[in-house]
């Protein structure tokens, strides 16, 4: 070889030693192994501390014939895809993106493998590629760390094994597999290690007090339930304050549009009143929004707060706001502010972050919000909150922001859904709340989506609580949420509902009333509260429906549909299912159906209107579509009978649909539905309003009609 060849040659291999430099696998020998969709990362038999999944799938993928060194640098990295079950969406090493699936347990109600990843990698997710340095035995060495597509790290010390497997629960009916190549001794800057000691924090941010200057209060006289009826305004979850004399009350502000198909909240607001029993009250409007007061929180969810008075006299404001730049499942998290008078200007006092979440105290697997909070006698703190049946417990100390021990779960109280409300009153405490265990014998409420208000009792202010039953019957929105305080000689219960002008499930309204006690039993019992609304339309009307009692094909309903919804006169824009009656179970079986009216005396109708609702087109077999064919029959004492119609029957989207015919005089009338269908299968119904119109004209009734209708006319 002449000596330009060998200068060549030279340059060559430096240059691939160079290159092999800058890749940081100089001197590295790499190994190839594939992990199957199947493995589990370790063996729960060996590793008794880690428990995973259902004790199910097959052995670890091991990386065999690597020598570890204890401080060594080694690379890895991934390609291909695995399935959550056969010909399933094919996902990477990464995980499946959408799904987080870090310390909380799968489907299976067992945990993911990345229950045990450094809490610095969370978020991890379904399906992916974690690895473990194990020790002779197969024992966990370190900690397991989310692998992806690339990982460099150190190898711990007493490692001696590098095994693989899916970050899943359940693992038999995975399929595919991952390739994984590994680069021992690797060479890269330590910049690029998966786990360098985090960048600390900057100062946290905290904002001058809110509001600078109070906003002009509007004065209201309200002749009935709610504070607000006419629509200019919504409010909801009402947290009364009772402070120097007057009372208080703070709620969100419900902006959602008439049309809205769910919550839109970035302010809070608050009613002043030198006594409820004058009706005279001030509103001051927009006064708070929570990224005004909390630097770490984004602009929306105005959700439910509450003030209350420390020992100190100052004001405390917690209140459940969305978290800036969060990695948790739920970013809903609970600040807390201070503030020299009920009305403000409020100023953060934990500017670190919420002092409830999902990663605070402990980590939790709930939606942090609705807190309440009692002072007690001795001036301890506690503080409770959670939602979706959850609700969590927790002493503070009495800087009022930090937790004292471990929060308690609470698993004793009927029904519970959300907005807890702890007050105290002659030595008992108690615990006012939404519940929503449905059913058609429940006390609380027909429909799962309608809420009712609940309480339960304990001798000490974190239990044990038990139940007591229903205070507060279900309301016209779907959520149910108040707060109980006494007031000079009084009790009252501040809540909400749907009773304003063009409200909604989405466009709330506060409303008060007294609460009365039943002190012949012990513990004292908080009687039935009585709604005062606006009164009954007393314009007499030509829909016999509302009349009516009311029966239909499918009883028991469905918990999520209510049959009273078929005469209420309500048909909203967007409406939740208990705002109509339907037969959505899942199964797409059922060809035909039928809602049916029956009075206790004979009446006289001549025409119909149905408001039907659908998510599928006509011809549609699965969903809930407008019906193929729909008509009107009638008992005729003996059979039932379809009448004589003036006209074809329609069906119409978005507007009732509706057929004259000549005049019957009837006891019960029934709508039989036949089903969309595309062949093979059987849309379900959904009926908003169905009126039965005469010529004659009735007086609405002042309660809502009874649901003892039968099926055959009898009496």
Known sequence: MDSFMMTKTTQL???????ALLCGHANAQELKLNVSGTSKAWDNRVNPDYPIGIDEGSSPAVARGLSLRAGEKIHITATGGTQTFPNGTRIGPEGQQDYTADDYPGGSGRFFPSKYVDPSDFPAFLNQLIGVFVDTRGRIVGKPFPVGTDWKGLVPKGAVKLQFGINDDVLNDNSGEISVVIYPKANFPDSDLARLAPTPPPPPLILAPYPERLPAPIALRPAYNTLIADGSRYSADPAPLVANGKFYIISGRDEASIDAGGF???????????????????????????EKVFAWAEEDGAWASQIVQGR?????????VREKNCKARNCMGIGVAVADAPLGPYQDIHPEGPIL????PVRNQIENIDPTVLIDDDGRVFIYWGTFGRLKGVELEKDMKTPKGNPIDVNTLTGFFEAPWIFKREGTYYMAYSANNAGPNSPCTEAVYHACQAYGTA?????????HGVFLSPVTSATSHGG??????????????????????????VAIDEVFWDDTVSPPAIKKVVQTRQPVDSTPTNNMAVSARITASNMPLPVQFRLRALNDEKTPPAPLPPDMWGNWTGRNDTPTGWIAYQWDKPVTVDATKIYFWGDQPTGAGTGVAIPKFWRIEYWDEAEWRSVTANGPYTTVSGDYSMVSFKPITTRCIRAVLDASTDAKSYAAFGVLEWQMLSPNEIVRPLSASPLNATSNCTQ
């Open 357 to 360: 979440s999902q990663t605070t």
């Open 459 to 467: 001798s000490s202010p974190l239990g044990p609580w038990t139940y």
């Open 264 to 290: 839109v909240m970035y302010n809070y607001q608050i009613f002043e009143t030198d006594d409820p029993a004058t009706k005279n009250w001030k509103l001051y409007p927009d006064i708070l929004r929570p």
């Open 484 to 509: 109980i305080v006494p007031f000079k000689d009084k009790w009252y219960l501040a809540y909400h509902n749907g009773d304003a002008k063009d409200g909604s499930h989405f466009r709330r309204s």
């Open 13 to 19: 291999k430096l240059a691939v030693a160079a290159l």
């Open 312 to 320: 100190d006299k100052r004001f405390y404001l917690y209140a459940p």
